[in-house]
């Protein structure tokens, strides 16, 4: 004796009701709105090109801010992705990574230039004669100042005296990274005293700044 044929039950929604076919469409749009992480993106960008700028001399102190705010982009992205609102989590894990790559090879290039040098014996304080390149540090304080110049891993104290003539210390290097720093502060509280300074590199003014009390410049060269 033959029987027909058991077939599944249409699938029903809730009420009884046959659920609506999804479209093609809404398929589209549901896809195109987890796809889309431009934070991510915005974060993998930043990030590479810190990454690029970190190595060139004169604007490698860039580098810091476009690699922090990369990263943090790209958390966000990534927190984003991994709650489901957006796709792109494997965009988010490379933007973060080459974030993390750009800070750490601009704390590395600053490190290396800082404390090891690609000269010859690293900044010379005072200047020696004949290397490639001269650094000037000039203060003009009204009322006299105490001067601190060099790099973060030497540096010289002197007295600027109170009077309008500029004083001068000087520096030179063959090579490599430095970052040079150049500090002015007030000798004498009973003076308003106003404090300029500046770093001069091959004659090029590469930082310069003012205040009433104290004054600081500091230039990545190299």
Not at 21 to 36: I, L, M, W
Not at 39 to 56: H, K, N, S
Not at 136 to 151: I, K, L, P, W
């Amino acid at each position: 004796m033959m029987t027909d044929p058991q077939y599944p039950p249409p699938t029903t929604a809730r009420h009884g009701r046959p659920a609506p076919p999804v479209t093609a469409t809404e398929r589209r749009q549901a896809n195109a709105k987890r796809g889309r992480n431009v934070l991510a993106a915005a974060g993998l960008v930043l990030g590479a090109a810190a990454l690029v700028v970190a190595f060139v001399p004169d604007i490698g102190y860039v580098a810091w801010p476009l690699a922090g705010i990369g990263l943090v982009l790209a958390i966000v992205g990534l927190v984003q992705a991994r709650r489901g609102a957006v796709g792109g989590r494997g965009l988010a894990i490379t933007a973060t990574v080459v974030s993390v790559a750009a800070l750490l090879s601009t704390a590395g290039v600053l490190l290396y230039g800082t404390f090891l040098g690609g000269g010859e014996t690293g900044l010379h304080l005072p200047a020696v004669a004949g290397d490639k390149h001269s650094v000037t540090f000039q203060v003009t304080s009204a009322g006299g100042a105490t001067v601190r110049y060099g790099s973060l891993s030497d540096q010289r104290t002197e007295n600027a005296p109170a009077s309008t003539d500029a004083w001068e210390g000087k520096a030179s290097y063959n090579s490599g990274s430095y970052l040079l720093t150049l500090t002015a502060d007030t000798r004498n509280s009973n003076v308003n005293n106003e404090i300029r300074c500046a770093i001069l590199v091959d004659g090029r003014k590469v930082a310069e700044n003012s205040g009433t009390t104290i004054a600081l410049c500091t230039a990545n060269v190299g």
